[in-house]
């Protein structure tokens, strides 16, 4: 296992034997997630795990994610330097960050960024509007965006819009 992990950029890997036959089971990591660290912006899997640095020609050339599944996400508030194979953060937080960018989608929301804060309630979604969204990524992502749109249809916010506090939402 260490082997294949060393030589290969994996996600998972699995071993059964039964009887004489060892089976090997591998998921390749799927290196797409731009995760921005102080000044270095990495490649992690959907689970937060960092797996290589970008390049200066990377950047230089311009990364070229999908924005309709992934968007950069600065953590640089809760970790100071990155490290091949080291988790960013609980692999739950970047599901949520996906579900969040699809519902932002969906309501015709472009965000450009998000940010992970030291505050673990809290991940901060940078609109191209110019406002941010603050959210907590436990909660469902397709209600907390209904009700944003909701809101948004009445209010234009100049600095950010908290909908952390379920049907309170907070404009400024």
Same mark, same amino acid.
């Given at each position: 296992?260490?082997?294949?992990?060393?030589?290969?950029?994996?996600?998972?890997?699995?071993?059964?034997?039964?009887?004489?036959?060892?089976?090997?089971?591998?998921?390749?990591?799927?290196?797409?997630?731009?995760?921005?660290?102080?000044?270095?912006?990495?490649?992690?899997?959907?689970?937060?795990? #960092?797996?290589?640095?970008?390049?200066?020609?990377?950047?230089?050339?311009?990364?070229?994610?999908?924005?309709?599944?992934?968007?950069?996400?600065?953590?640089?508030?809760?970790?100071?330097?990155?490290?091949?194979?080291?988790?960013?953060?609980?692999?739950?937080?970047?599901?949520?960050?996906?579900?969040?960018?699809?519902?932002?989608?969906?309501?015709?929301?472009?965000?450009?960024?998000?940010? #992970?804060?030291?505050?673990?309630?809290?991940?901060?979604?940078?609109?191209?509007?110019?406002?941010?969204?603050?959210?907590?990524?436990?909660?469902?992502?397709?209600?907390?965006?209904?009700? #944003?749109?909701?809101?948004?249809?009445?209010?234009?916010?100049?600095?950010?819009?908290?909908?952390?506090?379920?049907?309170?939402?907070?404009?400024?």
């Amino acid at each position: 296992e260490r082997v294949l992990n060393e030589t290969h950029q994996l996600e998972q890997v699995s071993f059964t034997i039964e009887e004489h036959l060892l089976s090997i089971s591998v998921v390749e990591a799927v290196v797409m997630i731009p995760i921005r660290i102080q000044s270095q912006v990495w490649f992690a899997t959907p689970t937060g795990v #960092l797996h290589v640095e970008a390049t200066p020609e990377d950047i230089a050339a311009g990364i070229v994610i999908p924005q309709q599944t992934y968007t950069e996400i600065d953590a640089s508030a809760v970790v100071e330097e990155g490290i091949i194979g080291m988790q960013v953060v609980d692999a739950e937080v970047f599901r949520s960050i996906a579900e969040y960018k699809k519902a932002f989608l969906a309501q015709g929301i472009p965000v450009t960024s998000f940010a #992970l804060t030291d505050d673990a309630g809290k991940v901060i979604a940078h609109t191209q509007n110019g406002f941010a969204v603050y959210f907590t990524p436990w909660e469902d992502a397709d209600t907390q965006v209904r009700r #944003l749109a909701n809101v948004l249809s009445q209010a234009t916010p100049q600095s950010y819009v908290d909908i952390r506090f379920g049907e309170r939402i907070y404009v400024k």
